[in-house]
């Protein structure tokens, strides 16, 4: 069975500096990967995916991530953080056809510093 | 475009009580899901559904059933609440070949 481990519940960040969200997987088929964004008392909104083809992703708001298949891992990052970014982010990963049942990680809470 | 549409947004239930949180799209999307979402927990997946007429479980189906009559609703239905099931609860649907979800703005019950 495929699961998810996100590395830090929570990761603080001052504005301008590079942002590192870590995660890693594991799965025994090539796996869907994602990335969500959660800003307070709303849903989740897909950030960037990764499925077949190009290991480093492209997202929302700056955000990129890569697939790394030796490492098993699927790290978020953005260059510079504005206040904005601050949210919590779930990485998630799917098996199988269809992007149904899609298993989340515990999440990352995003503090930005001024 | 409402996307998926989720109510109530807010309930408290006495222990022992049933009710029914309702999930609608129109985005004609064939998959649907619903999470609970706790603390330090991520979202765990309690049912879900690739169709109208076909649904299975997920991690924490215990105490929910669901059914889908229709493409575009998928209810879930506490059966006899529990003050374990307190939690935020988002409904969730995606289109068959286009990977990744589009979420409900969530309904928080609580449970007493």
């Known amino acids: 069975a495929q699961s998810v481990t996100q590395l830090g519940s929570h990761v603080s960040v001052s504005e301008g500096a590079l942002v590192l969200l870590r995660c890693n997987y594991s799965?025994?088929?090539?796996?869907?990967l994602f990335w969500y964004v959660q800003y307070p008392n709303q849903g989740l909104q897909l950030l960037l995916k990764?499925?077949?083809?190009?290991?480093l992703v492209k997202g929302i708001n700056g955000f990129e991530a890569e697939f790394k298949k030796s490492e098993t891992s699927f790290h978020l990052t953005k260059p510079s953080a504005h206040m904005s970014d601050a949210a919590e982010y779930f990485c998630?990963?799917?098996?199988?056809?269809?992007?149904?049942?899609?298993?989340f990680g515990a999440g990352t809470r995003l503090f930005v510093k001024a | 475009n409402a996307g998926v549409t989720q109510t109530p947004k807010f309930q408290v239930l006495k222990t022992g009580q049933s009710m029914t949180l309702q999930c609608a799209q129109d985005?004609?999307?064939?998959?649907m899901s619903w999470y609970r979402q706790d603390p330090g927990m991520g979202l765990r997946l309690i049912h879900y559904?690739?169709?109208?007429?076909?649904?299975d479980q997920g991690e924490v189906p215990n105490g929910y059933n669901v059914s889908r009559s229709t493409t575009e609703d998928f209810p879930l239905r506490l059966l006899s609440a529990a003050p374990s099931q307190t939690s935020v609860y988002f409904c969730?649907?995606?289109?068959?070949?286009?990977?990744?979800?589009?979420f409900g703005s969530g309904t928080r019950l609580t449970v007493v």
């Open positions: 969730a649907s995606s289109s068959r070949g286009n990977y990744g979800y589009t």
């Open positions: 799965s025994s088929v090539p796996p869907y």
């Open positions: 990764y499925t077949t083809g190009a290991t």
């Open positions: 998630a990963v799917t098996v199988g056809t269809g992007g149904f049942k899609t298993i």
């Open positions: 985005m004609n999307h064939e998959y």
């Open positions: 559904s690739v169709g109208a007429g076909i649904t």
